[in-house]
């Protein structure tokens, strides 16, 4: 069963930094693109990175380029977001979802249940 799990938000103070997680399963981390979304209140979701499994590439938001880094940790089960000098714009709720062939507008399926970052002194 395909199934993505995020984790690591929570509080953090403007300027501050913190690390997300999406852990999969029931796939591989070796084809496709693994993507950040997030979603503020009274607002659409919107992409924020996505790691394409094909050729390592990340692509990011141009509103966190050069503050947030994608990864995939060696054990190819976790997709990593590093978020530093985080803003209070970058609240919301973030999702990972899963996308079979790369980083697409669309198409993407199996979202995770979402982890809620705060962005407050």
């Known amino acids: 069963q395909v199934q993505l799990v995020e984790s690591g938000g929570g509080l953090v103070q403007p300027g501050g930094s913190l690390k997300l997680s999406c852990v999969v399963s029931?796939?591989?981390?070796?084809?496709?693109?693994i993507g950040w979304f997030r979603q503020a209140p009274g607002k659409e979701r919107e992409p924020v990175s996505c790691?394409?499994?094909?050729?390592?590439?990340?692509h990011y938001a141009d509103s966190v380029k050069g503050r947030f880094t994608i990864s995939r940790d060696e054990s190819q089960t976790t997709i990593l977001l590093q978020m530093n000098s985080v803003k209070p714009e970058d609240a919301g709720v973030y999702y990972c979802?899963?996308?079979?062939?790369?980083?697409?507008?669309?198409?993407?399926?199996?979202w995770g249940q979402g982890t809620q970052v705060t962005v407050s002194s």
């Open positions: 029931g796939f591989t981390l070796d084809s496709g693109a």
């Open positions: 790691f394409n499994n094909n050729d390592g590439s990340a």
């Open positions: 979802a899963k996308h079979p062939a790369g980083c697409a507008l669309r198409g993407w399926k199996n």
